[in-house]
């Protein structure tokens, strides 16, 4: 519980926070309240739920304030990036596997098979450039009418669309079954 709320506080009530705070400068100047989502913001991932639930509440936030905001002239984007692996972003050297394949108990066999898809052919080979992410951002910025949710590039954007397009979710818990070795 202490790993959602830390989520929470930070990836989710802290956007909130900064939000509200912006609003009234954006407002006065007919501004743009750009913030950084997550793929994750838009598909659960296993073994990242507290992260995903923080995601998911912005992107939720984010959608719900876009229509008032804009009635007052202000344009409300977020910026969806994947794996960014060069911010080194969810690296933590203090924890090894071994550390947490004891700690996962039952699902130890579903997070080998997690780790491994990741580690092999997973978000590693899906990863994009900071760089890259920082000229989506500054695009964004400069774009005349951009629009909700901005991908950070096509291997983002087709994810995007498969689960935007799999009304019943199956589509999306299927391929996941499959990172966990269950599909």
Request: net charge neutral.
């Amino acid at each position: 519980m202490d790993n959602l709320r830390r989520n929470l506080e930070v990836n989710f009530f802290g956007v909130v926070a900064v939000s509200r705070v912006a609003m009234p400068m954006l407002r006065a100047t007919r501004g743009r309240l750009v913030t950084i989502g997550s793929v994750h913001g838009v598909i659960g991932q296993p073994f990242n739920e507290a992260y995903c639930a923080a995601k998911f509440a912005v992107e939720g936030f984010m959608e719900s304030l876009a229509p008032v905001a804009a009635a007052h002239g202000v344009r409300v984007c977020v910026v969806v990036p994947g794996y960014v692996p060069d911010t080194r972003f969810g690296v933590f050297p203090d924890i090894n596997r071994a550390t947490l394949r004891a700690a996962s108990g039952p699902y130890e066999p579903a997070f080998t098979a997690y780790f491994d898809w990741v580690v092999n052919q997973g978000w590693e080979h899906a990863g994009q450039k900071a760089q890259e992410v920082a000229e989506v951002v500054v695009g964004t910025l400069d774009a005349e009418r951009p629009p909700l949710r901005v991908p950070t590039g096509p291997w983002v954007a087709d994810y995007l669309d498969r689960k935007l397009a799999d009304r019943d979710g199956s589509a999306i818990q299927t391929l996941a079954q499959t990172w966990i070795g269950a599909g």
